[in-house]
């Protein structure tokens, strides 16, 4: 069958993770970690935090966006979190 056909299996919130790229000292990082923290909170949905200024690839990469917010290794968003649409993307 063609993949165009096959139904996509839905991943749980509980085994999605949401990474969030940033740096110290960034206050529009710190809002989007407190987004990050309560939807994964409330969805069991992993968070990791990983600092821009620790690595050369991701900073040649996000530089101008971060913070950058990824789901399962895709960027979802940068600059601001919506708390909705975190939510939306987490539950598939």
């Known amino acids: 069958m063609s993949p165009i056909f096959r139904r996509t299996q839905k991943k749980r919130p509980e085994d999605r993770t949401v990474t969030l790229i940033g740096k110290p000292g960034c206050h529009l990082c710190d809002d989007a ?28 990469a996000y530089w101008e966006q971060i913070p950058v917010v990824l789901v399962d290794g895709e960027q979802h968003t940068f600059w601001r979190v919506d708390e909705g649409r975190l939510r939306r993307e987490l539950a598939g």
């Open 33 to 60: 970690q407190a987004v990050i923290e309560k939807v994964c909170g409330e969805t069991g949905a992993a968070w990791e935090k990983k600092d821009i200024t620790q690595d050369e690839e991701l900073r040649r």
